[in-house]
Every structure is written in C-alpha cells, then in structure tokens.
C-alpha cells in the first residue's frame, strides 16, 4: 500500500491549495479515505473524510465551509481542495486508509499559510 500526497507549499492568508493524495497498493474504490494534518506541536487531527463512492463526507468544525474533499475512483486519487486559508491551517497534511488488516499513511506535505 502507498499513499503519496503533493501539492503543498507556501501560500498567503485567504489563499487556496489543492492537495492530491495518489494511492496504489489496494482497491481504492472500496475504500474511505481520510485527510488529517499536524501542526507544530499539537496532535494530529482529523480534517475530512470522504466514502468510497462519494456519497458521504465529513468535516472538522474548523474547515468546514471552507475546505472540500473529493476522489477520483478513476485515478486512484484523492483531493482536499483549501480555500480562505488562514495561518493556523500551517500544519504537514496527510492521507490515511483504514484496511481490513491495518491503516496506512502517506508521507506527507507541508502546508505553510503566512505573509
């Protein structure tokens, strides 16, 4: 199983970034798939979560509203789209799937929100 996320970077307050997570290694179709983040020196939480056809998504207080998660079954890949982001959005985001037999994590991509 892999997990691999891009499109983080360096943007300015009240700015969007669309992050991807690619995914390989197991059915993608079946499964739910999650977005989280961990800013310096705080536990990671849960952002959004999206189910395997779509058909359900979940936010945190803190996103909603401003935040989308989508996936493309046909790519493999899901998306969180960012908009109006604020400085406290500053935190390495990462893609999760809970399998049957365990969960995996992608490596990450930093999020840096500031002027």
């Known amino acids: 199983v892999q997990l691999v996320e891009s499109g983080g970077g360096l943007v300015q307050p009240g700015g969007s970034l669309r992050l991807s997570c690619a995914a390989s290694?197991?059915?993608?179709?079946?499964?739910?798939m999650r977005w989280y983040r961990q800013a310096p020196g705080k536990e990671r939480e849960l952002v959004a979560t999206i189910s395997s056809t779509s058909s359900n998504t979940n936010y945190a207080s803190s996103v909603k509203g401003r935040f989308t998660i989508s996936r493309d079954n046909a790519k493999n890949t899901v998306y969180l789209q960012m908009n109006s982001l604020k400085p406290e959005a500053t935190a390495v985001y990462y893609c999760r799937v809970i399998l049957r037999w365990g969960t995996a994590w992608g490596q990450g991509t930093q999020v840096t929100v500031s002027s």
């Open positions: 290694g197991f059915t993608f179709s079946n499964a739910d």
